[in-house]
Every structure is written in C-alpha cells, then in structure tokens.
C-alpha cells in the first residue's frame, strides 16, 4: 500500500491542471485561485488551509468562491519555496521601512521542526523580521492575486471554449458513422429497387 504523496510535492502542471478541471464557474475558480494566491505569498505558512475557511466564512454574504481551487494554490508556499517568498516579501517590504537581515539570517529563521518549533519561528520572524515582511508580503500577494483573477479567467474560458468546440464536431461524427459496417453489393441492390 502506497502512502500519497503531500500535494505540494507534486508536479505544478498537476495543481494547475487540477484546478483546471474543477467543476465550477470560471469566476468562482478564478476568484478562489486569486485568493489562494494571495494567501501563498503573505507570512502564514502552517495556517494558510484554516485562514483560506474562514476567508470563505467571512466573505460568504459578500461573494463565493471556489475554497478547492484557493486550497490548491496555497500549496505554492511549501517547505521548498518559503525561504525564496518570503525574502522576496521582506526585500520588497525594505523599500517601505527599513530592514538589514541578509539572505543567510532570513533562511536560519525560518528553520524550525515540529509545531512548537513552527510557533517559535512566527514568534521570531514578527519579532525580527516584522514590518518589512508584512508590508512586502501584502504588496505582493495584493500584486500577484489581482494578476492571477484575469490570467487564470482567460484561461479557464479558452480551455471551455476549446471543449464545447470539440464536443459537437465529435457528436456529429459518431452520428454520421453507421453502427454496423455497410455492404457495398445490398447498398447497390437497394439502390436499384428504388431507382425501378
């Protein structure tokens, strides 16, 4: 028996394409990736699943969007990518506020085992890191969310267009091809009887 593999393990053509093949209106995947995306990108890995629900909860009488394709997309943010994000959050937050940490100070941060020592790291990156992070995770999820509404709409709508396009074309053909294979000499015979 093979254990899964964690999502974020897994190829990004394969999240794409699952998000692709959500059953839902284009808005509402679009939206919700937009969402998840933005999410990714700000400093709450470990909490980004339950803060992806209660986004849902809150927002639910303002708008709806699909939490399968935000829960997809948080996966951006995994063991793999958190150091490169987030420094790419704190370096933009620096042209805001200052910030002095180097690469090396920021990847020993974020270093941690278990749940304690995970708590431990958000202690410390809102203690060290702080504003710089916050400000920069915020421009940058804010920047590549608005980016991933459109992006990912155009392309769940040419990816429906391109299906409803097909699938008529493929119906007529099976319509126009006969069930059982058709005998040329009865076709003539038939032909002849009609023709009299």
């Known amino acids: 028996m093979s254990s899964a593999k964690p999502a974020w393990t897994l190829n990004p053509r394969?999240?794409?394409?699952?998000?692709?093949?959500?059953?839902d209106s284009a808005h509402s995947i679009a939206l919700g990736t937009a969402i998840g995306?933005?999410?990714?990108?700000?400093?709450?890995?470990?909490?980004?699943?339950l803060l992806v629900v209660c986004v849902a909860f809150l927002t639910r009488p303002l708008f709806r969007f699909n939490q399968v394709a935000s829960l997809?997309?948080?996966?951006?943010?995994?063991?793999?990518?958190?150091?490169?994000?987030?420094?790419?959050?704190?370096?933009?937050?620096t042209l805001f506020v200052g910030g002095s940490l180097t690469q090396k100070d920021f990847a020993r941060i974020l270093e941690f085992e278990g749940f304690s020592g995970w708590w431990e790291t958000?202690?410390?990156?809102?203690?060290?890191?702080?504003?710089?992070?916050?400000i920069g995770s915020l421009v940058v999820?804010?920047?590549?969310?608005?980016?991933?509404?459109?992006?990912?709409?155009?392309?769940?709508?040419?990816?429906?267009?391109?299906?409803?396009?097909?699938?008529?074309?493929?119906?007529?053909?099976?319509?126009?091809?006969p069930t059982q294979p058709i005998d040329s000499e009865q076709s003539m015979k038939s032909v002849h009887l009609h023709s009299s």
């Open 14 to 23: 394969v999240l794409l394409r699952s998000i692709l093949m959500l059953d």
């Open 37 to 49: 995306m933005f999410i990714a990108l700000t400093p709450t890995v470990g909490i980004q699943m």
């Open 72 to 93: 997809i997309t948080v996966y951006i943010s995994n063991p793999l990518t958190i150091v490169p994000i987030y420094w790419f959050d704190y370096k933009v937050g």
């Open 122 to 134: 958000v202690k410390q990156l809102l203690l060290e890191v702080g504003s710089p992070l916050i």
């Open 141 to 177: 999820g804010t920047f590549f969310g608005l980016i991933t509404y459109p992006i990912m709409l155009r392309l769940l709508k040419h990816l429906r267009r391109s299906k409803s396009t097909d699938g008529p074309e493929d119906a007529a053909e099976q319509s126009v091809r």
